[in-house]
């Protein structure tokens, strides 16, 4: 959750975008947790704790790594952080 918070800095001065094009990047976020939030509660919430635990803290830091150290366009920055966002709620 604390890499979130240096979302707006990364797409303003990387990407050159405004207020109203970082608020809908946080959306997108904010829809990717609350996603991972319902399928850790249900669907995936009897599959072995250690595995997931270990596999979606993995994923994580490598999409949000990719985020925000590659080279990438807004848009693959965007969606890498959608899913690190995804697999947040898991860990």
């Not at 807004?74 to 966002?85: E, K, N, P, W, Y």
């Amino acid at each position: 959750m604390g890499a979130v918070l240096y979302l707006g800095a990364l797409f303003s001065e990387r990407h050159g975008f405004g207020t109203g094009e970082v608020g809908l990047v946080y959306l997108a976020s904010g829809i990717g947790y609350l996603a991972g939030s319902a399928a850790a509660g249900s669907w995936l919430g009897g599959s072995a704790p250690r595995t997931t635990y270990a596999a979606t803290t993995i994923g994580c830091g490598t999409l949000f790594g990719l985020a925000f150290a590659a080279p990438f366009g807004a848009g693959v920055a965007v969606a890498c952080i959608t899913l690190a966002s995804l697999l947040a709620p898991f860990g």
